[in-house]
């Protein structure tokens, strides 16, 4: 690449393993040692009615993804980072934690988890230089959609979505600095890009 130009080193994890978010923690102290900056961001869901009709298999895979791995990564990261006095951890959560969303039941209630999770967290570790945040992103274009089954008649699948391009840097300056950013509105606690304002049960149905 160019000179001086950021370095990416992609490396492959299963998540969904039991020990998916330890063998996170593991292999970037090995490989790079403690990072200043983390994102757990990685997420699954499953798309259906929840009675008749989803596959339990795919939630709880989403389950451990989603919630199982990123406090097993956290609990190892946050406590090094603590023990440092320095460090900045980004959870991507989701405006559907805000409110239910109905064919996506098990998904949005473990972006619920994670909001109040990093909240929780955020309010233990104060004052110790690291600090928590919880991104809560409206719908972003992404194979998410796909990946998930969701319906492409709905609501969900059919509402704009906003460009990973115009996320993405605001995503990068929450992070770095844990304060206000323009194109976000954000909380003491959450940064929402993207944030449309509509209620996200009503964008998930139908």
């Known amino acids: 690449g160019a000179a001086g ?15 998916g978010g330890a063998k996170l923690f593991h292999e970037t102290a090995a490989f790079a040692g403690l990072p200043d900056f983390l994102c757990l961001n990685a997420g699954t869901g499953a798309w ?10 795919l939630e709880l895979q989403s389950i451990a993804v989603n919630i199982t791995s990123v406090v097993q990564a956290a609990k190892l ?17 989701s405006v559907v934690a805000l409110g239910p969303s109905p064919r996506l039941a098990v ?5 619920a988890f994670l909001r109040n999770f990093a909240e929780a967290v955020r309010e233990e570790i104060a004052d110790t ?13 992404s194979g998410f959609f796909e990946r ?5 008649g709905s609501l969900a699948a059919r509402e704009p979505k906003a460009d990973p391009a115009t996320v993405a840097p605001i995503t990068a300056l929450t992070l770095a600095t844990a304060r206000d950013v323009d194109g976000a509105v954000r909380s003491a606690r959450g ?5 449309s304002g509509a209620a996200p049960a009503q964008r998930a149905a139908g």
């Open 191 to 195: 940064a929402f890009p993207g944030w």
């Open 148 to 152: 998930a089954g969701v319906d492409p």
């Open 77 to 93: 990261f946050l406590t090094a980072m603590v023990a440092r006095g320095s460090g900045r951890v980004l959870i991507t959560s």
């Open 107 to 111: 998904y949005s209630g473990t972006k």
């Open 5 to 19: 130009a950021p370095q990416a080193d992609p490396w492959s994890i299963d998540l969904g393993a039991p020990d």
């Open 48 to 57: 259906g009615d929840f009675v008749g009709q989803s596959d339990l298999h």
């Open 129 to 141: 230089g690291v600090t928590i945040t919880a991104l809560m992103p409206d719908l972003t274009e």
